[in-house]
């Protein structure tokens, strides 16, 4: 059974820091595209970063909006993706979800239960 689990998420100030984990069980997770997304009240789900496997490069992608804030990072011997959240901003507000997809040999698509993340004073 394929199963992702977000842990980390909180109520911080504005301008702390944060980090969710996701661990992966289930899945052959080095060969997962591993990302974060996050869902606001009201508003659709974002991609907010996304890792490539290693055999890609583990190349990261952020959405505009916290680029140099967040970093995403993958530990394969421990199946456990990372999102480093820093200087939060109440905007950044939201539940955030944990991504595992596969296109080969065919499309795979696992997504977590998420955890809150909540910026404020």
């Known amino acids: 059974q394929v199963q992702l689990a977000e842990s980390g998420g909180g109520l911080v100030q504005p301008g702390g820091s944060l980090r969710l984990s996701c661990a992966a069980s289930?899945?052959?997770?080095?060969?997962?595209?591993m990302g974060w997304y996050r869902q606001a009240p009201g508003k659709q789900r974002e991609l907010v970063a996304t890792?490539?496997?290693?055999?890609?490069?583990?190349?990261?992608d952020y959405a505009d909006s916290v680029k140099g804030r967040f970093t995403i990072s993958r530990d394969n011997a421990k199946n456990t993706v990372y999102l480093q959240m820093n200087s939060l901003k109440p905007e950044d507000t939201a539940v955030y979800f944990c991504?595992?997809?596969?296109?080969?040999?065919?499309?795979?698509?696992?997504w977590g239960q998420g955890t809150q993340v909540t910026v404020s004073s």
């Open positions: 991504n595992a997809i596969r296109l080969n040999p065919r499309r795979y698509d696992y």
């Open positions: 289930g899945i052959a997770f080095g060969f997962y595209h």
């Open positions: 890792i490539a496997t290693i055999t890609s490069g583990a190349s990261t």
